[in-house]
Nanobody
Framework: QVQLVESGGGSVQAGGSLRVSCEAS????????VGWFRQGPGKTREGVAT????????FYADSVKGRFTISQDNAKNTLYLQMNSLKPEDSAMYYC??????????????????WGQGTQVTVSS
């Protein structure tokens, strides 16, 4: 089993930056793909950025390309999402996720086995 705990959300004005983190514990080497998803008010949950847990092979939603960067520190078992040039439409609950099934790690290509509890990001105009 894997436990995922997000942190770092908050409120920021449009154009600002935030970094959210996700610390993994448990059988962390069982994770294959890891990533960030978000769900805004009245919206369905969507993939934001994903990557191979061992590094590389990053994928981004078109809406965040060039503004968000996914990265990880395997020594700390921590996944990050650096968010720059934030827009009000980026406001959402951000969730960390992972799968244990070896697969292609692109957005929409894998099913989530583990979810974090989420961290709220609010961008004001």
């Amino acid at each position: 089993q894997v436990q995922l705990v997000e942190s770092g959300g908050g409120s920021v004005q449009a154009g600002g930056s935030l970094r959210v983190s996700c610390e993994a514990s448990g059988v962390t080497n069982s994770m294959y793909c890891v990533g960030w998803f978000r769900q805004g008010p009245g919206k369905t949950r969507e993939g934001v950025a994903t990557m191979l847990r061992t590094g590389g092979h990053t994928f981004y939603a078109d809406s965040v390309k060039g503004r968000f960067t996914i990265s990880q520190d395997n020594a700390k078992n921590t996944l990050y999402l650096q968010m720059n040039s934030l827009k009000p439409e980026d406001s959402a609950m951000y969730y960390c996720a992972a799968t244990r099934i070896p697969t292609y790690c692109a957005l929409g290509a894998w099913n989530v086995d583990y979810w974090g509890q989420g961290t709220q990001v609010t961008v004001s105009s």
